[in-house]
């Protein structure tokens, strides 16, 4: 397959019901499968440029989130973390998909972690990046958040957020 080939077969969205979600996902590529879960607020379609690479090797899975991009559930339970996790393990079960490598970046690793505590015996490899921790807040947030408080703040912030130095 060409790049070009990989490519369009991506960039068709296709779907799975799984009981009460509905899965919008791209699929590319031969061989073993590959689930990438993309962050907050985006959808599966994140992956695409990463896809020609990955689909020389891999069968890429890259389902949107429940509430982001094509999948969607009338119940709110689908849309928490660990709700999310049962709904990929239905969604991967109703495509036939037995073992797997899982790929989580922001909050794509958290649902990652979930979907691992549900359906680790079919999990071969897990890369998590860039992924929050659940309960965990970094320790420099709350000096920030006093800091903002002080009278000039905004002032002082506005030049530091613009500098290219700053948020590299």
């Known amino acids: 397959m060409t790049a070009s080939d990989i490519t369009a077969e991506f960039a068709v969205k296709r779907f799975v019901d799984c009981g009460r979600a ?7 590529g031969r061989g ?7 962050g907050f607020p985006l959808s599966g379609a994140t992956w695409r440029k990463m896809i ?3 689909a020389e090797r891999f069968t890429c899975y890259a389902p949107d989130l429940v509430g982001f991009g ?12 660990e709700g999310q996790g049962e709904v990929f393990q239905r969604a991967l079960s109703a495509l036939g998909v037995t073992s797997y490598a899982l790929l989580g970046n922001d909050t794509g690793g958290w649902i990652a972690r979930e979907l691992a505590l549900v359906d680790g015996g079919k999990i071969t490899h897990m890369v998590l990046s860039n992924t929050e ?3 965990h807040r970094p320790p420099w947030i709350p000096f920030y958040q006093l800091l903002s408080t002080l009278p000039g703040a905004a002032l002082g912030f ?3 957020l613009a500098s290219l ?4």
């Open 22 to 28: 509905r899965v919008g996902y791209h699929k590319a």
């Open 32 to 38: 073993p499968a590959l689930v990438l879960l993309h």
């Open 52 to 54: 020609p690479a990955l």
């Open 70 to 81: 094509a999948s969607t559930s009338p119940v709110a339970r689908d849309f928490s973390s």
């Open 133 to 135: 921790i659940p309960g």
């Open 158 to 160: 506005r030049p530091v």
């Open 165 to 168: 130095a700053a948020r590299a």
